[in-house]
Nanobody
Framework: QVQLVESGGGLVQAGGSLRLSCAAS????????MGWYRQAPGKQRELVAD???????NYAESVKGRFAISRDNAKKMVYLQANTLKPEDTAVYYC???????????????WGQGTLVTVSS
């Protein structure tokens, strides 16, 4: 059994900051790319940022310069530091990771349950 659990969401005023965390647990052999996605009401889920096991990060244009993704491979965690938040950043934020389980040769996409971020104007 593999699980991703997000934390750190909440209500923040425009211009404020939040730090999201995601912890992977279970029978994990290795984790490839980890990332954050978000889904606003009435919109499709979109990539916010992702990061390889080697630390190479990729960002959506809308968050470049404001958000920073990082990970701790030993702790099996990924973080998203979100600064200068805007009302349009309001969404449910989901953690995703490509995980290879012990005794398995393949990586499988796993998703967390999501954490709500609300930015008030």
């Amino acid at each position: 059994q593999v699980q991703l659990v997000e934390s750190g969401g909440g209500l923040v005023q425009a211009g404020g900051s939040l730090r999201l965390s995601c912890a992977a647990s279970g029978t994990i052999a290795s984790i490839n790319v980890m990332g954050w996605y978000r889904q606003a009401p009435g919109k499709q889920r979109e990539l916010v940022a992702d990061i390889t096991s080697g630390g190479i990060a990729n960002y959506a244009e809308s968050v470049k310069g404001r958000f920073a993704i990082s990970r701790d491979n030993a702790k099996k965690m990924v973080y998203l530091q979100a600064n200068t938040l805007k009302p349009e950043d309001t969404a449910v934020y989901y953690c995703k990771a490509d995980i290879r389980r012990i005794y398995s040769p393949v990586y499988v996409e796993q998703w967390g349950q999501g954490t709500l971020v609300t930015v008030s104007s």
